[in-house]
């Protein structure tokens, strides 16, 4: 596969990116729900090429015993690539990259779940990358949060998540892989829709304080259009308003 290479301008002069879209403009999306019959609850997402499957497995007790907590359950999460989810094939296993992103999503997850319903036991939640195409982490963390529900966890809102960057001095919406890998910032964040509490947030790039908040607000009006995706995918499995 060649190798990409950085475009001469991200955005022409019509302000349409590289790949068509308008600066605030989503990645076509399609969720998913209960596409995995043994899980307690999964759910599939494309965004753009992305294309990840998130399962749970859960709440059950949770051994060895001594790592239970005797008033809560505890959440593991997992972020894995598939070796050939990327045009140059991924060393099997879990690096560095992986094992950050699982912990910064399960905390991302925590503070919606009412983990005090389950002392003692564990809930798992794995996501697998089938194909990679920037955003990964966000888009795992949406379907997470489906599959949660799917699995019918008690949880006080949904989290949803989405990224804003900077490319050609401008903040756009849900950078595509062009735009990673060769813009001037990344800004992922986690989000509960109905109280737009944030439960992630980082930043990859230099932005002054301005071009931060913008990108916050930008990031939350996508995790807003993603959120009703959730609700359209979860009615259309079980019904209801």
Request: proline content about 4%; aromatic content about 4%; hydrophobic content about 35%.
């Amino acid at each position: 596969m060649a190798k990409k290479e950085k475009p001469d301008q991200f955005i022409d002069d019509q302000s349409k990116r590289i790949d068509g879209r308008e600066i605030n403009e989503l990645r076509e999306v399609n969720i998913e729900v209960g596409v995995l019959e043994r899980a307690d609850g999964s759910a599939y997402i494309e965004l753009g090429d992305n294309k990840i499957i998130a399962a749970v497995y859960g709440p059950r007790e949770l051994h060895p015993r001594h790592l239970q907590e005797p008033d809560r359950a505890i959440i593991r999460y997992k972020y894995s690539m598939a070796s050939f989810s990327v045009g140059d094939r991924k060393r099997p296993g879990p690096g560095r990259r992986s094992k950050e992103i699982s912990k910064v999503s399960k905390e991302a997850l925590e503070s919606a779940i009412f983990l005090e319903k389950y002392p003692k036991s564990v809930i798992d939640i794995f996501v697998e990358i089938l194909e990679s195409a920037a955003g990964t982490r966000t888009t795992c963390l949406t379907a997470a949060s489906v599959a949660l529900a799917d699995a019918g966890i008690p949880m006080n809102d949904l989290v949803v998540s989405c990224a804003a960057g900077k490319v050609d001095d401008e903040i756009v919406l849900d950078i595509n892989e062009l735009e990673d890998n060769f813009g001037d910032a990344d800004v992922p964040i986690a989000m509960k829709p109905n109280t737009e509490d944030i439960t992630l947030l980082q930043m990859d790039g230099d932005l002054s304080r301005d071009e931060l908040e913008k990108s916050i607000e930008t990031a939350k009006q996508g995790c807003k259009i993603l959120h009703e995706e959730q609700k359209k995918a979860l009615k259309e499995r079980y019904g209801g308003e």
